[in-house]
């Protein structure tokens, strides 16, 4: 651990820093050289970095596969809120529209103001969804989040294996022959 040394009697010893403090020092410095340079910092220059710090380079890949780990988690929390939004909106659109039609039915016909009814029911129910939409406890996010991880993982691996399926398909010219060929089939035109 780096240690911050602040005795001024002692002006010979190199002033010393808290794991804190350089953490705090450095990460204003990438923030400043941000500012002036366009992206991030590059995976040698972070490689490069922690050679000068001293840092073991199977250590930092452990750090940045952590990271990343955390990076796709706070990702997938963040989308997982914001769908949570969309549908508690597109709810409230509905229960808006729909109980507005049911005033508007319940002024024309008359006979006592039966549409209340309804817009209590469902009004307790988007209650609850407005709850659970703007103030979810830390575990719905979780779960949130790991539904979305597991969504991306199942596209990532359709994707994936839609790629194989086209890849498998090779057609080449050779001569004045057209090649098509599928796995062991074989297909010559010409």
């Known amino acids: 651990m780096i240690q911050y ?12 820093y808290s794991q804190e403090e350089v953490e705090a020092i450095l990460q204003r410095a990438l923030h400043r050289q941000q500012g002036n340079a366009a992206g991030g910092i590059s995976h040698d220059d972070l490689i ?18 952590e990271q990343s780990e955390v ?11 914001a769908q949570q939004k969309r549908n508690y909106f597109e709810h409230l659109r509905s229960y808006l529209i729909i109980n507005t039609v049911l005033i508007v039915i319940n002024i024309m016909t008359g006979g006592g103001f039966w549409a209340i009814w309804p817009i209590l029911g469902w ?18 996010i979780e779960k949130g989040a790991r539904k979305v991880i597991a969504k ?17 398909f090779t057609i080449e ?6 090649v098509i060929q599928k796995g062991n089939k074989r297909l010559e035109i010409g």
């Open 152 to 168: 991306e993982n199942r596209q990532r691996q359709q994707l994936l294996q839609e790629r194989q399926r086209r890849q498998k």
């Open 71 to 81: 990076g796709t988690t706070e990702n997938a929390k963040r989308t997982w809120l």
């Open 173 to 178: 010219t050779k001569g004045n022959k057209l």
């Open 123 to 140: 009004g307790i129910g988007l209650a609850f969804d407005t709850a659970n939409t703007f103030w979810p406890n830390d575990k719905e």
């Open 5 to 16: 040394s602040s005795n001024a009697d002692n002006l010979d010893e190199p002033r010393r």
């Open 48 to 65: 490069a970095t922690a050679r000068e710090l001293g840092i073991d380079p199977a250590q930092l890949e452990l750090a940045i596969m």
